[in-house]
């Protein structure tokens, strides 16, 4: 098993549409969790971080947390065609960052 | 304030050189991070330094090794480069050691021939 599973991409959504991306995480230990956003042949730029369980809201993006099930999302509402990129999971129990493979989402026009 | 910068960009070397590649942290960071990204897979964690000490390293190769300087720069070496080693290689930084939030830089793009 996998220390952080995404789910497979790609994803596309119509633009104006809302998209659910999704990550499990396997040590009960994380503390802090993270969304990065990758532009292709960029590095990984923070979206949102969450710390605690529920909904966590900034602008357009909604993470949310439940430790009880080792899950983690990101909610994107609105999406546009520059949201287009590949999301990034991290947890950590401190220190290091532990990543998923990422979600590529595509967003059509 | 200036974020997190990486030297150089972009690298070619051929198999079994040597590479150093360099990251300066955001002002007031004390935290170096390297990670190395593969086409297609998430960045995997190589090393964390904190004030000049190593605080954890990744499931890399002795060939792999950094250090971190009095300014809080950071030098990430590789020995007898491997084809595999073609990678972006991603600096980040932080407040500490924690679980405060890391920053990345523009990352190297390192090709092996």
């Known amino acids: 098993q996998k220390e952080v599973e995404q789910n497979s991409g790609p994803l596309s959504v119509p633009e104006g549409a809302i998209a659910s991306l999704n990550c499990t995480y396997s040590?009960?230990?994380?503390?802090?969790f993270f969304w990065y956003r990758q532009y292709s042949g960029k590095s990984p730029e923070l979206i949102m971080s969450?710390?605690?369980?529920g909904d966590k809201e900034d602008g357009r993006f909604t993470a949310q947390l439940n430790k009880a099930s080792q899950y983690v999302s990101l909610l994107i509402r609105d999406s546009q065609p520059s949201d287009s990129a590949t999301y990034l999971c991290?947890?950590?129990?401190?220190?290091?960052?532990?990543f998923g493979q990422g979600t590529e989402l595509s967003v059509k026009p | 304030d200036a974020g997190v910068t990486q030297s150089p960009t972009h690298l070619i070397k051929t198999r079994g050189q040597h590479v150093t590649l360099r990251c300066s942290p955001i002002?007031?960071?004390?935290?170096v991070s390297w990670y190395q990204q593969v086409l297609g897979q998430g960045p995997q964690f190589i090393f964390q330094?904190?004030?000049?000490?190593?605080?954890g390293r990744g499931n890399f190769p002795d060939r792999f090794s950094a250090r971190q300087f009095p300014n809080y720069s950071s030098e990430l070496n590789v020995n007898a480069l491997l084809l595999g080693d073609s990678a972006l290689y991603l600096c980040?930084?932080?407040?500490?050691?924690?679980?405060?939030?890391?920053?990345f830089g523009p990352g190297t793009r390192l090709l092996v021939l």
């Open positions: 980040a930084s932080s407040s500490g050691t924690g679980v405060e939030t890391q920053y």
């Open positions: 040590d009960r230990g994380s503390q802090s």
């Open positions: 969450i710390y605690s369980n």
């Open positions: 991290a947890v950590t129990p401190g220190g290091k960052l532990i």
């Open positions: 002002s007031g960071h004390k935290s």
């Open positions: 330094y904190y004030e000049k000490e190593e605080r």
